[in-house]
């Protein structure tokens, strides 16, 4: 930094002077003119070689640092070097690795602070700081009223949801202490610049998100010394944990190991139940493609296919195993009911966006599409290419014949 002006001076002494000169040029006769362009270019000369020179003389300066460093860097290095192989020294323990870590070093992870209030700093922040806080920080994620954008963690809300089938877990509904709010805002909020908050921000984030929750009012500030008085609502929805008296004396008696079943058979995969959406990049065994035993691998003699109504049946059937992964989505079949994506029975030759109580896209239901082959086969190919707007969230069939196959197994359902 002391440097920089010692460079900037002469430089700025340059422009000065080629200013002058641009005024002077409007009034002077050409001869002295030209006089005055030399002697002026002369003087611009001689200021920059002395900022040369300044500059050389620094970096020889510097070069002489650097060369103390580097020395103090080698005899370091050979220090560790003969530490390394040296005896360890005694204050290393047992194992004779490490070394005891510095107060310091310690103080920068015990940063835990418990639900009595123990470990936390002292500071203060009230709900309109934290409010602004929040929205620089938070809100990108978390929201403007900490209700969560996109699948980004809920904050606040979600009363009464805790015996749903899927309740809404928020600091609110949920956590039974305060301390695991600033322990946790304050260790790794904001994601991906955790520990950035001074102690005062995390007092004021804390005391927004109680407001978020109805627990405290716009006037509310928190620290240190009211920190404990804070009272929240699932505090005492937690038991504790008597599973090792209850439960374990009803599972620790003898199993029983008669009449044992003599041989275990793989009848379903988890695979087959669309639990995880079938990819072209999955593995076989994934896929439920894998051959089992050494009989099966065996070259099996395939009976040519008999074409049926001018569809192959090996292409229906290889349509089926592409219809995995629609099925995730989309069912067909007896009773087939509407998913994420609507049933798809006998859906060749009808009008797009047509199956009763499915909530289409706008694009879908008014596309104006019937689902023939070739509508069909540009729709899988590239859904959202085709029909800017759908819902159908799927990247597509990328294999011309994946598509012929799945079309022919959509026909084979449609009656
Ligand atoms: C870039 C997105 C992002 C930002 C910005 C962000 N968070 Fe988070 N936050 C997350 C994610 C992701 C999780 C879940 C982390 C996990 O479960 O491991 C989370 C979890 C939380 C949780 C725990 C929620 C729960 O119920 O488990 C709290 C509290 C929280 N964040 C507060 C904050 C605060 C306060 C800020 C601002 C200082 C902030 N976050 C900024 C993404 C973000
Ligand atoms: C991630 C879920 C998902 C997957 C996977 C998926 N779809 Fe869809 N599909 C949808 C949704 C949602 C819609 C409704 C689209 C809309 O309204 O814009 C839809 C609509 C359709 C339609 C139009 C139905 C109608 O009534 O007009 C057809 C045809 C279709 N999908 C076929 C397929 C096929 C074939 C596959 C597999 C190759 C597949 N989809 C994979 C979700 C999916």
């Given at each position: 930094?002391?440097?920089?002006?010692?460079?900037?001076?002469?430089?700025?002494?340059?422009?000065?002077?080629?200013?002058?000169?641009?005024?002077?040029?409007?009034?002077?006769?050409?001869?002295?003119?030209?006089?005055?362009?030399?002697?002026?270019?002369?003087?611009?000369?001689?200021?920059?070689?002395?900022?040369?020179?300044?500059?050389?003389?620094?970096?020889?300066?510097?070069?002489?640092?650097?060369?103390?460093?580097?020395?103090?860097?080698?005899?370091?290095?050979?220090?560790?070097?003969?530490?390394?192989?040296?005896?360890?020294?005694?204050?290393?323990?047992?194992?004779?690795?490490?070394?005891?870590?510095?107060?310091?070093?310690?103080?920068?992870?015990?940063?835990?602070?418990?639900?009595?209030?123990?470990?936390?700093?002292?500071?203060?922040?009230?709900?309109?700081?934290?409010?602004?806080?929040?929205?620089?920080?938070?809100?990108?994620?978390?929201?403007?009223?900490?209700?969560?954008?996109?699948?980004?963690?809920?904050?606040?809300?979600?009363?009464?949801?805790?015996?749903?089938?899927?309740?809404?877990?928020?600091?609110?509904?949920?956590?039974?202490?305060?301390s695991t709010v600033w322990d946790y805002v304050h260790r790794s909020m904001p994601f991906g610049g955790a520990q950035t908050l001074t102690d005062d921000e995390v007092y004021a984030i804390v005391a927004y998100i109680l407001y978020s929750n109805d627990l405290v009012d716009e006037e509310f500030e928190l620290s240190?010394?009211?920190?404990?008085?804070?009272?929240?609502?699932?505090?005492?929805?937690?038991?504790?944990?008597?599973?090792?008296?209850?439960?374990?004396?009803?599972?620790?008696?003898?199993?029983?190991?008669?009449?044992?079943?003599?041989?275990?058979?793989?009848?379903r995969r988890a695979s087959m139940v669309n639990v995880t959406p079938v990819d072209e990049f999955m593995h076989p065994v994934m896929r439920g493609e894998m051959v089992h035993d050494a009989a099966a691998k065996a070259p099996v003699e395939e009976p040519e296919p008999v074409a049926e109504g001018g569809v192959d049946p090996a292409l229906i059937a290889a349509g089926e195993k592409v219809f995995k992964k629609c099925a995730a989505c989309h069912e067909v079949g007896d009773g087939a009911k509407n998913k994420s994506g609507p049933q798809l029975n006998a859906i060749m030759g009808r009008a797009a966006g047509t199956v009763e109580k499915f909530r289409y896209s706008k694009a879908m239901a008014g596309s104006g599409l019937t689902w023939d082959e070739e509508t069909m086969a540009s729709f899988l190919e590239n859904p959202k290419g085709f029909l800017k707007g759908t819902k159908m969230s799927f990247r597509g069939l990328a294999k011309e014949e994946d598509r012929a196959a799945v079309i022919a197994y959509l026909k084979s359902v449609s009656p």
């Open positions: 930094m002391s440097k920089s002006p010692n460079i900037m001076l002469p430089a700025l002494g340059v422009t000065g002077i080629v200013l002058g000169l641009a005024y002077g040029l409007s009034t002077r006769t050409y001869k002295a003119q030209e006089a005055e362009v030399a002697e002026v270019t002369a003087q611009a000369a001689l200021i920059r070689a002395e900022a040369s020179e300044t500059k050389v003389s620094m970096l020889e300066a510097r070069l002489v640092e650097v060369q103390a460093e580097a020395e103090e860097a080698i005899a370091v290095a050979a220090a560790s070097v003969q530490s390394l192989t040296g005896p360890a020294p005694v204050a290393n323990g047992a194992l004779g690795l490490g070394r005891a870590a510095l107060p310091e070093e310690i103080a920068a992870w015990d940063v835990d602070i418990l639900p009595d209030g123990r470990g936390l700093p002292e500071g203060r922040g009230d709900v309109l700081t934290g409010e602004e806080v929040f929205a620089d920080y938070c809100a990108s994620c978390h929201g403007d009223f900490a209700e969560g954008v996109d699948n980004w963690p809920v904050l606040a809300g979600g009363f009464d949801t805790l015996a749903d089938v899927d309740p809404v877990k928020t600091v609110g509904s949920y956590w039974p202490y305060l240190h010394e009211n920190f404990t008085e804070v009272a929240m609502y699932n505090t005492d929805g937690f038991v504790i944990d008597d599973r090792a008296a209850v439960e374990y004396a009803a599972w620790s008696a003898e199993p029983c190991m008669e009449n044992c079943k003599q041989a275990v058979e793989i009848t």
